[in-house]
């Protein structure tokens, strides 16, 4: 098992707080799924910390709010959320951290690396979309193709925007982190 380092602990820390920070900045939709900015920061995370402290950033932000603290959208919390209506998007945040950590790692080891991220992340946070969709559907009794007009539509300019400013940031941001990272994970990435 590996140990991490204060360095390591330090990102999931800030990451985390990041995390928190994003969902409270919403803009509630008609059709009850708020644009929110979790899924710029999360994808985010994982590109820089790569697809463990990325996804271990994730986690802990869900088990916040499992336990009742106001860490989700509008200062909400509580393990209802894990199994309402918005379930989908939240637990879909796991695979979109460890999917967008891999293509990173991939990314470094191809000749393309900015197609790869963007091709890893890209599909990573349409699975993000189509979980929020499934489980709204099933939750709502509502059909896929309505559950998909409420809740994958209306978040794909938004999300072809967060997709590019992940690159970019990611772009920017990974040498500073990897400049004090020391012996954390981040240096082997």
């Known amino acids: 098992m590996k140990k991490f380092s204060a360095f390591d602990l330090c990102i999931i820390a800030l990451f985390t707080s990041l995390t928190i920070v994003s969902a409270q900045v919403?803009?509630?939709?008609?059709?009850?799924?708020p644009f929110t900015l979790q899924t710029l920061v999360i994808p985010l995370t994982a590109a820089i910390a790569g697809p463990v402290l990325?996804?271990?950033?994730?986690?802990?932000?869900?088990l916040l709010g499992a336990v009742g603290l106001p860490v989700f959208s509008g200062?909400?919390?509580?393990?209802?959320?894990?199994?309402?209506?918005?379930a989908g998007f939240l637990w879909g945040f796991l695979p979109l951290a460890a999917l967008t950590g891999l293509s990173y790692r991939l990314a470094a080891k191809t000749p393309h690396p900015q197609f790869t991220?963007?091709?890893?992340?890209?599909?990573?946070?349409?699975?993000?979309?189509?979980?929020?969709?499934?489980?709204f559907a099933a939750v709502s009794h509502l059909s896929l193709h309505a559950?998909?007009?409420?809740?994958?539509?209306?978040?794909?300019?938004?999300?072809?925007?967060?997709?590019?400013?992940?690159?970019?940031?990611?772009?920017?941001?990974?040498?500073?982190?990897?400049?004090?990272?020391?012996?954390?994970?981040?240096?082997?990435?």
């Open 75 to 86: 200062f909400s919390g509580g393990f209802a959320a894990l199994i309402g209506p918005n």
């Open 117 to 135: 991220a963007l091709l890893g992340t890209g599909m990573a946070l349409a699975l993000q979309l189509f979980a929020g969709s499934l489980v």
């Open 26 to 33: 919403a803009i509630p939709l008609p059709g009850g799924v």
């Open 147 to 189: 559950a998909n007009l409420v809740c994958v539509w209306p978040f794909i300019p938004t999300t072809i925007v967060k997709l590019i400013l992940v690159l970019a940031l990611a772009r920017q941001l990974t040498p500073v982190f990897r400049k004090f990272a020391l012996k954390s994970q981040l240096s082997q990435y």
């Open 54 to 62: 990325g996804t271990l950033t994730t986690a802990l932000y869900l």
